[in-house]
């Protein structure tokens, strides 16, 4: 099944539900790291990316040029995100409601406090220098050492030639490198 996204789109667009779990297919990895990369946390960025596609297939019929998918799920799953952080801010200005366990009886996450913490810190500061970087690195450089996709899953995710996609995975790394301490660069992946 060779069908062009377009060719996808028009089908979906015409209710065929097994064209728009097509278009889910090839473009959930994509949608996902965006949202990573924003989000900071994979559970939810899952959550966003599940949103984007329900509130993607309920407006597929507003999508005016079917060429055009792929700027305009991104689109979407930017409103979503932006839908998000505004609910989040609402949620911070209410009381917390009390808790009436003992902390001690709350389970941990198996990791020393300390060390959870310093993990947790070193991801924000990756995320906070891949988040400054240009677009044209961030989303590769997401997409193979965040989300773990291969180099041809890549390359059709952001119409790359594989040449192009190492180009720039290589530079993005240096950029990357650059811009983190050096005991965090020294870690990265070349």
Not at 13 to 40: I, K, N, P, Q
Not at 43 to 56: C, I, N, P, S
Not at 90 to 98: G, L, N, Q, Y
Request: aromatic share 6%.
């Amino acid at each position: 099944m060779n069908e062009t996204d377009s060719d996808l789109v028009n089908r979906a667009m015409d209710g065929d539900r097994a064209a728009f779990e097509e278009l889910v297919r090839r473009t959930s990895r994509l949608v996902f790291a965006r949202l990573y990369l924003d989000a900071g946390n994979a559970h939810r960025a899952e959550d966003m990316v599940q949103e984007t596609y329900l509130l993607a297939y309920c407006s597929l019929h507003k999508l005016a040029k079917p060429d055009g998918f792929r700027p305009w799920l991104l689109a979407i799953a930017h409103s979503v995100l932006v839908d998000a952080v505004r609910r989040d801010a609402r949620v911070k200005r209410t009381t917390p409601p009390r808790a009436d366990t003992p902390l001690g009886l709350i389970p941990g996450s198996g990791q020393p406090p300390d060390i959870e913490a310093e993990r947790e810190e070193r991801r924000q500061r990756v995320l906070a220098a891949l988040r400054s970087m240009p677009e044209d690195y961030r989303l590769p450089l997401t997409l193979r050492y965040i989300v773990g996709s291969d180099y041809e899953t890549i390359s059709a995710q952001l119409g790359l030639t594989n040449g192009a996609l190492r180009g720039q995975l290589h530079r993005g790394l240096k950029m990357l490198r650059d811009r983190l301490p050096p005991e965090f660069a020294n870690e990265i992946d070349s």
